[in-house]
Nanobody
């Protein structure tokens, strides 16, 4: 099976920084895309930053210039460097991977368990 394990969340003051990591493991044939989403209670999950299938990156307008997504393909790991954090960035952050477990199966979405990011003074 596939597992996405996130780490790096926590409590930080406004203006501070955090770095999230997400490592995919298990039966993986090919990762098509990986990224980060976030969700506040009572709200829909929204894209934060992601690598697309074509290899480009997408960012939510609210994080452009502050957050940077990167990846270590050899380790099936994606990172999210978050700088100049604001209270409105407080959410549970989820890692997502669009991947295939075998050559003959279609790709599907997998999700991590989520990591809490709290920005507060």
């Amino acid at each position: 099976q596939v597992q996405l394990v996130e780490s790096g969340g926590g409590l930080v003051q406004p203006g501070g920084s955090l770095r999230l990591s997400c490592a995919a493991s298990g039966r993986i044939f090919r990762i098509n895309a990986m990224g980060w989403y976030r969700q506040a209670p009572g709200k829909e999950r929204e894209l934060v930053a992601a690598f697309t299938r074509g290899g480009s990156t997408n960012y939510a307008d609210s994080v452009k210039g502050r957050f940077t997504i990167s990846a270590d393909n050899a380790k099936n790991t994606v990172y999210l460097q978050m700088n100049n954090l604001k209270p409105e960035d407080t959410d549970v952050y989820y890692c997502n991977a669009d991947l295939r477990t075998t050559a003959w199966e279609t790709s599907k979405d997998y999700w991590g368990q989520g990591t809490q990011v709290t920005v507060s003074s």
